[in-house]
C-alpha cells in the first residue's frame, strides 16, 4: 500500500476473526513493526479470545503495518517512528554508524489517517469507538506521539519499551502540551476529536534498566506523571507494567499478551 502524502510504500498484514463481528463492528489493534510481530499478535487474539466468556477478551480485527522487505525490522521504520531531530538530542548509533534518515512521523500519521483506516474499514465491519495501537521501542515512541499530538486517532495507546530519551526535550514538551489540554474541560476546541476515554499502557522489561537510556525509569516516570490527570478527574486511565527478567527483545511476547488483554478486555465490557 502506498502512502498518499509521501509516497512510501508499506506492506499491510490483516487477520479477520471467524466470529461474526458485534452489532456495532469489531474492535481492531493496529499494529507496528508487522513483519515481525503481527504472527505472533494474531496468535495471542485467536488464543484468548477463543472463550470469551472466561476470558472477557473479544475477537478483533488485527493490522499489521510493515514494510516490502524481508527484514523483520526495516531501516524504514526510522523514518516514520520519529521526529525531526537534532543530532545532540539522541544517541550514537550503533558502532558509531549514522543513524537512518529521520523525521517522518507526521507523514507516516497522516498515512495512518488517510490512507490505511479508510481503507480497513472499507474491507472489515470496524468499531470506531475500539480502536488500540500498539508499538515496541521506536514504536513506542510514535505511539506516545500519537497520543500527545493527535489523541483522536485510537482510544487504547500501548507503548512498549518507547524510546523517550530519543529526543527528550521534543518529548516533554509534548507531554505537557496533552498534560494541559487533558486538564481542560474543552480540551483546547478538540472535544470533537478527542474520545471521551483514553486509556493508556506503558510497559518496559526489567533488564532494560542496564542500558544507558534508562527506558525503564523513563517508562515508569512518564507513567507515574500521567496518571495523576486521572487523579485530577482526566478521563485518561494510565497502567504501567514491568516484566520481570525480560529484555527489550525477551519482553515482546510478554507484552503482546499484556496488550490484547489490555485493549480488548476493555472494549468486551464496553
Same mark, same amino acid.
Not at 219 to 230: I, M, Q, V
Given at each position: 500500500?502506498?502512502?498518499? =502524502?509521501?509516497?512510501?510504500?508499506?506492506?499491510?498484514?490483516?487477520?479477520?476473526?471467524?466470529?461474526?463481528?458485534?452489532?456495532?463492528?469489531?474492535?481492531? +489493534?493496529? !499494529?507496528?513493526?508487522?513483519? =515481525?510481530?503481527?504472527?505472533t499478535m494474531v496468535d495471542a487474539v485467536r488464543a484468548q479470545s477463543r472463550v470469551q466468556k472466561k476470558t472477557g *477478551?473479544? &475477537?478483533? $480485527?488485527? /493490522?499489521? +503495518?510493515?514494510?516490502? #522487505?524481508?527484514?523483520?525490522?526495516?531501516?524504514?521504520?526510522?523514518?516514520?517512528?520519529?521526529?525531526?531531530?537534532? &543530532?545532540?538530542? @539522541? +544517541?550514537?548509533?550503533? %558502532?558509531?554508524?549514522?543513524?537512518?534518515?529521520?523525521?517522518? *512521523?507526521?507523514?507516516? @500519521?497522516?498515512?495512518?489517517?488517510?490512507?490505511?483506516?479508510?481503507?480497513?474499514?472499507?474491507?472489515? &465491519? /470496524?468499531?470506531?469507538?475500539?480502536?488500540?495501537?500498539?508499538?515496541?521501542?521506536?514504536?513506542? !515512541?510514535? *505511539?506516545?506521539?500519537?497520543l500527545f499530538d493527535h489523541p483522536h486517532l485510537f482510544q487504547n495507546y500501548i507503548a512498549g519499551s518507547p524510546s @523517550?530519551?530519543?529526543?527528550? #526535550?521534543?518529548?516533554?514538551?509534548?507531554?505537557?502540551?496533552? $498534560?494541559?489540554?487533558?486538564?481542560?474541560?474543552?480540551?483546547?476546541?478538540?472535544?470533537?476529536?478527542? &474520545?471521551?476515554?483514553?486509556?493508556?499502557?506503558?510497559? =518496559?522489561?526489567?533488564?532494560?534498566?542496564?542500558h544507558p537510556s534508562r527506558m525503564v525509569e523513563n517508562a515508569n516516570g512518564l507513567a507515574d506523571r500521567l496518571g495523576?490527570?486521572? %487523579?485530577?478527574?482526566?478521563? !485518561?486511565? $494510565?497502567?504501567?507494567?514491568?516484566?520481570?527478567?525480560?529484555?527489550? /527483545?525477551? $519482553?515482546?511476547?510478554? !507484552? @503482546?499478551?499484556?496488550?490484547?488483554?489490555?485493549?480488548?478486555?476493555?472494549?468486551?465490557?464496553?
Amino acid at each position: 500500500m502506498r502512502s498518499t =502524502a509521501a509516497n512510501r510504500d508499506y506492506r499491510i498484514f490483516a487477520f479477520k476473526p471467524e466470529e461474526a463481528p458485534p452489532p456495532g463492528g469489531y474492535p481492531v +489493534i493496529y !499494529l507496528l513493526d508487522g513483519n =515481525a510481530l503481527f504472527a505472533t499478535m494474531v496468535d495471542a487474539v485467536r488464543a484468548q479470545s477463543r472463550v470469551q466468556k472466561k476470558t472477557g *477478551v473479544s &475477537p478483533a $480485527v488485527v /493490522i499489521g +503495518i510493515g514494510y516490502p #522487505s524481508d527484514a523483520l525490522f526495516d531501516p524504514a521504520r526510522y523514518y516514520d517512528y520519529t521526529m525531526p531531530t537534532q &543530532p545532540d538530542q @539522541i +544517541i550514537p548509533g550503533p %558502532e558509531g554508524k549514522p543513524w537512518p534518515e529521520l523525521g517522518g *512521523v507526521d507523514e507516516f @500519521i497522516e498515512f495512518i489517517e488517510q490512507d490505511l483506516k479508510p481503507e480497513v474499514e472499507r474491507q472489515f &465491519p /470496524i468499531d470506531g469507538g475500539r480502536q488500540a495501537v500498539l508499538g515496541h521501542s521506536l514504536g513506542g !515512541l510514535f *505511539v506516545l506521539q500519537a497520543l500527545f499530538d493527535h489523541p483522536h486517532l485510537f482510544q487504547n495507546y500501548i507503548a512498549g519499551s518507547p524510546s @523517550i530519551h530519543w529526543n527528550k #526535550s521534543y518529548m516533554a514538551e509534548a507531554e505537557q502540551r496533552f $498534560v494541559s489540554r487533558m486538564g481542560q474541560g474543552d480540551r483546547q476546541g478538540d472535544s470533537s476529536r478527542t &474520545p471521551k476515554k483514553l486509556s493508556l499502557l506503558i510497559t =518496559a522489561g526489567q533488564l532494560e534498566q542496564s542500558h544507558p537510556s534508562r527506558m525503564v525509569e523513563n517508562a515508569n516516570g512518564l507513567a507515574d506523571r500521567l496518571g495523576k490527570l486521572a %487523579e485530577q478527574g482526566s478521563e !485518561l486511565r $494510565v497502567e504501567y507494567c514491568e516484566f520481570a527478567g525480560e529484555s527489550h /527483545i525477551s $519482553v515482546l511476547p510478554a !507484552l @503482546i499478551s499484556r496488550a490484547v488483554r489490555f485493549a480488548l478486555v476493555e472494549a468486551a465490557n464496553g
